[in-house]
């Protein structure tokens, strides 16, 4: 309606009286505009589509400017839509909190917890995260593990959102045998995979569960600590968190 506002302030309007409605939908990755102008010399109805809803926003402004202008539906300039520049739209950012549960990247389950910093790129999110795992205790052994990692999820549910996951993480793990105090240190790197669920409660404020499993790539070598004792080559992982997106 501004940008609608806008355009008649700097044309010579006609005064004739245009009564008109529309919608811009999500369609896919892209957004779907269905037009119908009447200015009482006839009616004009356009349905299109493209991938920037501020763009349909504005010919679908433009459009009604015409009409007002001209005195006609003038349906044609929707045509020249794909043509129109629109403005940059903000990214959206989000961060997120979890706490976390984690079975098999220590030997004996554990809690964690960390942070998320993600950039929405259309519908799929990009996530940096930060984790630290509890010390865990198995077989005389002490794990301790701190891992960052690089996900990627793509919903295929938009609300409540259910979606697909898969991502990256590497880390370093210590290992100390309790009856000695003997450490060791190592690298510790994983593959993930996994299903999103998520429900928001505002425009910026949602809840957020993720579960996967994952498989590890590199692990220490324990086996002169405590033969036939390490992580496992398979684990598994739960967060629950809670995010904000912005602008």
């Known amino acids: 309606m501004a940008e609608l506002e806008r355009l008649i302030s700097t044309t010579a309007s006609s005064g004739t009286l245009v009564r008109s409605r529309g919608s811009v939908l999500p369609d896919g990755e892209?957004?779907?505009l269905h037009l119908e102008i009447d200015s009482g010399a006839g009616t004009g109805v356009r349905d299109l589509r493209d991938a920037s809803c501020s763009r349909l926003a504005q010919v679908a402004a433009l459009s009604l400017a015409l009409a007002v202008e001209s005195g006609a539906a003038v349906p044609a300039p929707l045509r020249a839509a794909p043509r129109m520049q629109a403005p940059l739209e903000p990214?959206?950012?989000?961060?997120?909190a979890?706490?976390?549960g984690d079975l098999g990247s220590l030997e004996a389950p554990g809690p964690g917890s960390g942070l998320v910093v993600g950039l929405f790129l259309g519908r799929t999110r990009l996530e940096l995260s930060a984790a630290y795992w509890l010390p865990q205790t198995s077989s005389g052994l002490r794990y301790e593990l701190a891992s960052a990692g690089l996900h990627a999820c793509q919903p295929l549910i938009e609300e409540p959102e259910i979606g697909l996951c898969a991502g990256v993480e590497g880390g370093r793990m210590q290992v100390r045998l309790a009856a000695t105090g003997t450490s060791l240190v190592h690298g510790w790197l994983g593959l993930t995979g996994g299903a999103a669920l998520g429900w928001s409660f505002t425009s910026w404020l949602a809840?957020?569960?993720e579960i996967g499993i994952g498989v590890t790539l590199l692990a220490p070598e324990v086996g002169t600590?405590?033969?036939?004792?390490g992580p496992s080559s398979l684990?598994?992982?739960?967060?629950?968190g809670l995010e904000v997106l912005f602008r």
């Open 225 to 229: 600590l405590a033969e036939g004792h």
């Open 98 to 100: 979890f706490l976390a």
């Open 235 to 240: 684990f598994g992982r739960a967060a629950l």
């Open 207 to 209: 809840l957020r569960l």
């Open 30 to 32: 892209q957004w779907t």
């Open 91 to 96: 990214p959206r950012w989000l961060i997120r």
